[in-house]
């Protein structure tokens, strides 16, 4: 079974702090993807990673960073912490295309900015 | 760009058909994906259809691809209150001829089912 893991199910930070969350899935997947789930807005690509050390921009990249030094970890940075970043996390993997785009998910980290 | 886009909420009564529509806008997409998220959980793969197909049956599950309009239907027979949740339709992104795995998903749709 794929496993998708996050480090922590609840998270609260204060405003400025700097925030790490990881992922770590362990079916020796090449790409690994971060979300923000909210309301009403679906899911939005924050950044991606096709391999280690490689990263792209997603479509709301503004406000972190990420991480990937080894091939089964994946961590997102909020540099800063700020309220308008308090949203549902989620992680996902997958294989290299193999002729569909499959993802599996982890299950998120709820992260609240006070 | 890419946009998918969903109707927000349905409710069903138990035992009722229910039927979650999405639109598409990627014409390139050669395969498009239901996920199906439960509460305080990830998202799971439900199911998916390949571009060439009009339609994919799955036990109580029945999807429909309608591509001249772009538009997927997610079709759940004899709907039980175990099927509560929210539903995500998903198209791949293409550019440069390679997806790199993205997917664009819509906003989701809360499927409630009342006894």
């Known amino acids: 079974d794929v496993k998708v893991t996050q480090s922590s199910r609840y998270l609260v930070k204060r405003t400025g702090e700097k925030v790490f969350l990881e992922c770590v899935q362990d079916m020796d997947h090449e790409n690994m993807f971060w979300y923000r789930q909210d309301p009403g807005l679906g899911l939005r690509l924050i950044y991606f990673?096709?391999?280690?050390?490689?990263?792209e921009k997603g479509d709301i990249p503004e406000g972190y960073s990420v991480s990937r030094e080894k091939k089964e970890r994946f961590s997102l940075i909020l540099e800063s912490a700020s309220t308008n970043q308090t949203s549902m996390y989620l992680c996902?993997?997958?294989?290299?295309?193999?002729?569909?785009?499959?993802?599996?998910f982890g299950p998120g980290t709820r992260l609240t900015v006070l | 760009g890419e946009d998918v886009e969903q109707s927000l909420f349905l409710s069903v009564r138990e035992g009722d058909s229910s039927v979650i529509n999405c639109t598409y806008t990627?014409?390139?997409?050669?395969?498009l994906y239901w996920y199906k998220q439960e509460p305080g959980a990830g998202l799971q793969l439900l199911t998916y259809?390949?571009?060439?197909?009009d339609m994919k049956q799955d036990q109580r599950l029945t999807v429909l691809l309608n591509k001249k309009d772009k538009h997927l239907s997610l079709r759940i027979a004899d709907t039980q209150t175990g099927d509560s949740a929210i539903y995500f339709c998903?198209?791949?992104?293409?550019?440069?001829?390679?997806?790199?795995?993205?997917?664009?998903f819509g906003q989701g749709t809360i499927l409630t089912v009342h006894p």
């Open positions: 998903a198209e791949s992104i293409y550019a440069g001829g390679t997806s790199y795995g993205k997917l664009t």
């Open positions: 259809i390949f571009s060439n197909m």
């Open positions: 990627d014409s390139s997409s050669t395969y």
């Open positions: 996902a993997s997958s294989p290299l295309y193999r002729g569909r785009d499959e993802q599996f």
């Open positions: 990673s096709y391999d280690v050390k490689m990263k």
